[in-house]
């Protein structure tokens, strides 16, 4: 979605969905996602800086960082990012030092296209390490068997086996 500043008079809700596609097509996303991202921004515009504020949510499609198995996973998030002009960047660098909560970013010109902002809030709240599940099992480290669905039986035998020759090394 591109806002306009020259047509917003102070505030500008903008309310719509974001398709992934567009990023993933970039070649430079792993974001995955079930549904299109859906947003609520409020712009806001003082002086020469602008405001993004408000929700989005998501179906986000993780893998698992033990099982390596897809899921699943509502991801909802606030987003709030203040944009300066770019002029300003050379003049005032600790602008960026002084700017409340709100992250930084930079605008070029009359449009604002908000999804790689809304994309890199997304990536930001995604988990480092996914789980599908709080007690997910993984993966053996013998046999590669995703253990959620089908323990396998190599747990025991070749430990003790590697036991037995131990012993007998020992011996
Ligand atoms: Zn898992
Ligand atoms: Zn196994």
């Known amino acids: 979605m591109v806002v306009r500043l020259s047509e917003i008079e102070d505030i500008l809700v903008v309310k719509g969905e974001m398709d992934t596609e567009r990023f993933l097509e970039a070649g430079d996303s792993e974001l995955k996602a079930a549904t299109p991202v859906s947003y609520e921004l409020t712009v806001r515009k003082f002086d020469d800086s602008v405001t993004i504020e408000g929700p989005v949510t998501l179906d986000a499609v993780l893998e698992c960082s033990r099982c390596l198995d897809e899921f699943t996973v509502p991801l909802s998030l606030n987003m709030a990012v203040k944009l300066a002009p770019k002029s300003k960047l050379s003049h005032s660098p600790e602008m960026e030092l002084h700017s409340d909560d709100l992250d930084v970013y930079y605008y070029e010109g009359d449009e604002i296209d908000l999804d790689p902002f809304i994309y890199d809030e997304i990536m930001l709240n995604i988990?480092?390490?996914?789980?599908?599940?709080?007690?997910?099992?993984?993966?053996?480290?013998?046999?590669?068997?995703?253990?959620?669905?089908?323990?396998?039986?190599?747990?025991?035998?070749?430990?003790?086996?590697?036991?037995e020759k131990l012993k007998s090394f020992l011996n």
Not at 135 to 144: D, V
């Open 127 to 163: 988990p480092v390490r996914p789980l599908c599940r709080e007690e997910c099992k993984g993966i053996c480290p013998r046999c590669g068997k995703n253990m959620n669905s089908d323990p396998c039986n190599c747990h025991e035998a070749p430990s003790s086996l590697l036991g």
